[in-house]
């Protein structure tokens, strides 16, 4: 396991399911952990004091990430308490609900965009300037963006495949200083489904992968600090798959 001491890492969508899983991994190595969260303030609390038991520091910041002046406060409250970011990790995003193109509303289209890729857009440039050469940044996108999602996903899945587009312009912008990675999760065990898919559909999406199973959250943040660390040191502009062999790329 990679020793991540003195490092500062800032989980976005930190407060719940695979955002938690990844601060509390990044702690786990010897990190510092900024997270934010949006509507899971307790889980958020409950993910700060797990964060501070491994003896390192823990700061937990509410903020809307479609909001400029919340980024740039989420940015000014980390740097001011670490001083620095050595990893961004970009887990906030969501799917807000399945809706077809013929019955969606422009709203709906442009709060999927705003809530998963111009966040991700204005996080980036608020934090590029204070992560020191070495750096890196971690990206989510989804299996929807490989294979254009589920039923009703169009705009999320839109919205993934640009962040793995993004992904890949980005490590070419800031190579070699700051590497920059993407995950493309398939079926995992987290709120996303247990809101958006039902039952019978997730026992059969995990019936047809290899492995026969869901992953978790903790599976996930394994990769995200893997690929976040100098153990990945020759990798940048990667999408990287996990979804137990469901979907080959």
């Not at 490092?7 to 990190?31: H, M, N, P, Q, W």
């Not at 992560?131 to 169009?154: L, N």
């Amino acid at each position: 396991m990679q020793n991540m001491k003195n490092k500062t890492v800032l989980v976005s969508g930190g407060g719940r399911d695979i955002g938690k899983a990844c601060a509390i991994e990044f702690a786990k190595r010897g990190a510092n952990v900024a997270l934010t969260y949006f509507s899971s303030e307790e889980t958020a609390r409950m993910a700060e004091a797990e964060i501070r038991s491994y003896g390192v520091e823990a700061l937990s910041i509410k903020a809307d990430l479609t909001l400029k002046s919340d980024v740039e406060s989420v940015i000014s409250k980390t740097v001011s308490k670490f001083g620095k970011i050595d990893s961004l990790i970009h887990v906030s995003g969501g799917l807000i609900d399945r809706v077809k193109i013929a019955e969606m509303s422009d709203e709906h289209w442009f709060k999927v965009m705003n809530v998963n890729l111009t966040s991700l857009f204005m996080m980036c440039r608020a934090s590029i300037p204070h992560i020191p050469s070495g750096g890196s940044i971690v990206t989510f996108a989804s299996q929807a963006a490989r294979d254009g999602g589920g039923p009703g996903a169009v705009a999320y899945a839109t919205s993934k495949g640009a962040i793995m587009t993004f992904t890949r312009g980005l490590a070419k912008e800031l190579g070699p200083d700051i590497r920059v990675n993407s995950l493309c999760p398939g079926m995992i065990s987290t709120g996303f489904h247990d809101t958006f898919t039902q039952d019978e559909v997730r026992n059969k999406v995990a019936g047809a992968t290899a492995l026969k199973r869901e992953g978790t959250s903790e599976e996930v943040a394994k990769l995200t600090a893997f690929l976040a660390s100098d153990e990945s040191s020759y990798m940048t502009g990667n999408c990287v798959d996990i979804n137990a062999g469901l979907f080959f790329s």
